[in-house]
């Protein structure tokens, strides 16, 4: 099992930006497509984005699209979550998370049938 540990999170006031990092260990990460989640009290961990093993081709959920970028770096063992415009509504704990098996080619952003590793999460708190 992987381990992930994330990094970056905070207390922002709306419009400001973050850059959240999860960092991984092994030497098998460029084959393995990643994740970014977030999740509320008293509501389901929600897709925020993905982005495929490899180059990556990435994926977003529609209420980041335009204003999240995710990305990685494979020589680093790191994927990033670079947020722009933040507002309240992104307050959550955001964990990063990675295909358990490597070479997954993704149709859809977020597919809920996929074994993964998951971080122990970060706060972040965005304050109107």
């Known amino acids: 099992q992987a381990q992930l540990v994330e990094a970056g999170g905070g207390l922002v006031q709306a419009g400001d930006s973050l850059r959240l990092s999860c960092t991984t260990s092994?030497?098998?990460?460029?084959?393995?497509?990643m994740a970014w989640y977030r999740q509320v009290p008293g509501k389901d961990r929600e897709f925020v984005a993905e982005?495929?093993?490899?180059?990556?081709?990435?994926f977003y959920a529609n209420s980041v699209k335009g204003r999240f970028t995710i990305s990685r770096d494979n020589a680093k063992n790191t994927m990033y979550l670079q947020m722009n415009s933040l507002n309240p509504e992104d307050t959550a704990v955001y964990y990063c998370?990675?295909?358990?098996?490597?070479?997954?080619?993704?149709?859809?952003?977020?597919?809920?049938?996929?074994?993964?590793?998951w971080g122990q999460g970060t706060q972040v708190t965005v304050s109107s």
């Open positions: 092994g030497d098998t990460f460029a084959r393995h497509a």
């Open positions: 998370a990675r295909d358990r098996l490597p070479f997954r080619a993704i149709a859809i952003g977020g597919e809920k049938r996929v074994a993964r590793d």
């Open positions: 982005i495929g093993w490899g180059a990556g081709r990435t």
